[in-house]
């Protein structure tokens, strides 16, 4: 959940519409591209240069190391409350500056049509590192 601009709500509103038609079709090979593994954060921090509230995290991904990211899951999430849980990532995206902070993988969540994200989490305990297909 990388930073974005504040909308107003009538784009957001046209962003949702947007969002909810499918897009194109693609090989699996697109899909199969993405490393996407779990995570369990370590450790969440407000983001104090973020245009919109953000958090920034330090992820353990098992054998691939620490990572961190930035991500707008404000209004759901309260730091303390994010720290053990285990998340859904991208870990194969070029590193992004936002906001002065390193972000390092994208963070997975569902998108609500006000802009609101909610996490996709595993719903069973699993060791970080492991790869989603």
Avoid: W
């Avoid at 996407?36 to 921090?45: K, Q």
């Avoid at 691939?64 to 194969?92: C, F, K, M, W």
Wanted: proline letters at 11%.
């Amino acid at each position: 959940m990388h930073d974005a601009q504040p909308q107003d709500p009538g784009s957001r509103q046209a962003a949702h519409e947007t969002a909810a038609l499918p897009k194109p079709t693609v090989g699996v090979e697109v899909f199969q591209s993405l490393d996407i593994r779990v995570g369990r954060i370590l450790e969440a921090r407000p983001a104090p240069k973020a245009r919109r509230p953000a958090y920034q995290l330090t992820i353990d991904f098992g054998p691939l190391g620490i990572r961190r990211s930035s991500a707008q899951i404000t209004h759901y999430y309260e730091p303390d409350s994010l720290v053990g849980t285990l998340v859904v990532a991208v870990v194969n995206f070029p590193p992004r500056l936002v906001a002065g902070f390193r972000s390092e993988v994208l963070v997975l969540g569902a998108m609500e049509s006000d802009g609101r994200v909610v996490l996709l989490r595993p719903d069973r305990p699993c060791e970080p590192g492991l790869p989603i297909g």
